[in-house]
């Protein structure tokens, strides 16, 4: 029956046809795993020259503990030599892709002196798979279609294909459990444009569906309900290079819907965030968000009352030392901010502070809600001292940054005259340079708005644009 139908259809819907068809079957033999098999925290597939791990604790959404690192570690360097493997891909079973590490034994190991060392463990083999996962030599591919946090982020950040769905939760909430972002977060965190990474990392605030595409945390947005499409497309390719893998899941993408809620964090909140964000000193950041408590712009005296409430909850030890590490990372390469991390994470675990283990219990554990009792409790009385945690030793997304396009404003970009420019000029330049990738358009028109103004001569000729931030 499927048979005829086909014939009967033009080539292309045929083979739109075929790969649906094919699309189903794999999802088919994908039920039918065995029970064993099912029970196991990380699943493998292989399907042509596709490589998969499905990450695989739905009920604990897919949070990573030691025998999930134990089992991908081995698997995924046996990829990363195979000649028959052409792409590593990583998913999550459920609703979540894997919404972090489990800390809640982590912090019960780290509270007995006889147990501490695997608490240290567990932090060491999770870094190393962020390392080689960032550092394979095949094309890797993480699909964030649910939630990805802290851990999660980890596995994701490294890939050269971080695709978002409309259901993506993206956060780093570690200031929330009196902990740090790590997993490469000092290092990926402030290569965001601007203070964006600076911001997430202290207040854990999310981001969420198409958002964490148009601010640089994933590479491409399609819908959820074309991933099962786009897997079977991937193991369709015959050469799987860089290109051609961006072209096929840039085929799925889709353009903004009207309706479609947009960031919050664009506009004159975006440049309050870079001003406020960009200090060194937690207590400078709150001053600022004080003062502008009264700004006569309510949308951003609302934003930094909010903001400001959001880091009096968070663990003020926690808020000093994320700021040091991210300055800190932000010049270091991937490993050597992994290992400040991991001797920041020794600390934690070690009695540095107590805040780790409070929080873990009144957030995770107890679920008690309200603020957990911080010690010390203001971030006046927390220490600056950078010994106690060893402080010493991603282009974005769209891979359009502020600087670029600045460049080409202010006429000293490779590709730009040196003459004025119209905002339109600007944006058909970089979709010349970027030729068919989606949200281009919209992430040079943000910038545009929030750090040009317009200079008209009144000549009758056209209204020019001048960089001003």
Not at 39 to 49: D, M, Q, R
Not at 241 to 253: F, G, H, K, R, W
Not at 342 to 369: P, R, Y
Request: net charge negative; glycine share 8%.
């Amino acid at each position: 029956m499927l048979r005829l139908s086909v014939r009967g259809m033009s080539g292309r819907a045929a083979s739109v046809a075929a790969q649906r068809t094919r699309a189903i079957g794999q999802q088919l033999r994908m039920a039918s795993t065995s029970a064993e098999e099912a029970s196991s925290p990380v699943l493998f597939e292989s399907n042509n020259g596709l490589r998969t791990y499905v990450l695989n604790r739905p009920k604990k959404l897919n949070a990573l503990d030691t025998p999930t690192l134990n089992l991908l570690r081995p698997r995924i360097e046996e990829w990363n030599k195979s000649e028959l493997c052409g792409i590593v891909l990583g998913t999550g079973a459920g609703r979540a892709f894997c919404a972090g590490g489990d800390v809640a034994s982590v912090v019960d190991n780290a509270a007995k002196p006889e147990t501490r060392p695997a608490a240290i463990e567990f932090f060491k083999k999770e870094f190393e798979l962020d390392y080689i996962l960032a550092s394979l030599r095949k094309p890797y591919v993480a699909i964030m279609d649910g939630i990805t946090m802290g851990g999660g982020v980890g596995l994701a950040a490294g890939a050269q294909f971080r695709i978002a769905t409309e259901k993506t939760v993206f956060a780093m909430p570690e200031t929330k459990i009196g902990y740090f972002p790590d997993v490469g977060g000092s290092y990926y965190l402030p290569k965001l444009d601007g203070e964006l990474g600076t911001y997430l990392a202290l207040t854990g605030d999310s981001l969420k569906g198409r958002a964490v595409f148009e601010h640089g945390l994933a590479t491409h947005f399609i819908p959820s309900r074309r991933v099962p499409l786009l897997l079977q497309r991937l193991a369709d390719l015959d050469q799987p290079s860089l290109a051609v893998i961006d072209q096929t899941i840039e085929e799925l993408s889709s353009e903004i819907d009207e309706a479609e809620s947009r960031s919050s964090l664009i506009g004159p909140t975006r440049v309050a965030i870079d001003a406020v964000f960009s200090h060194s000193k937690v207590e400078d950041i709150f001053k600022d968000l004080q003062g502008l408590c009264k700004h006569e712009d309510e949308s951003i005296s609302t934003w930094a009352s909010s903001t400001l409430e959001q880091l009096k909850e968070r663990s003020p030890t926690s808020l000093k030392v994320t700021l040091a590490a991210l300055r800190h990372g932000k010049k270091l390469h991937l490993q050597d901010a992994l290992s400040l991390e991991l001797n920041i994470a020794a600390a934690f675990c070690s009695g540095a502070t107590n805040d780790f283990q409070t929080g873990v219990k009144a957030v995770l554990v107890e679920k008690a809600g309200g603020r957990p009792a911080w010690s010390p409790s203001e971030v006046s009385f927390a220490i600056d001292s950078e010994s106690p945690y060893k402080l010493e030793v991603p282009t974005s997304v769209l891979e359009v940054h502020n600087r670029e396009i600045m460049e080409a404003v202010t006429g000293s970009h490779a590709n730009a005259g040196d003459m004025g420019v119209t905002a339109e000029e600007i944006v058909a330049l970089f979709e010349r340079l970027r030729p068919g990738k989606h949200g281009v358009r919209e992430k040079v028109q943000e910038v545009l708005a929030r750090k040009c103004t317009l200079i008209d001569n009144a000549d009758g000729n056209f209204v020019w644009l001048k960089w001003i931030h």
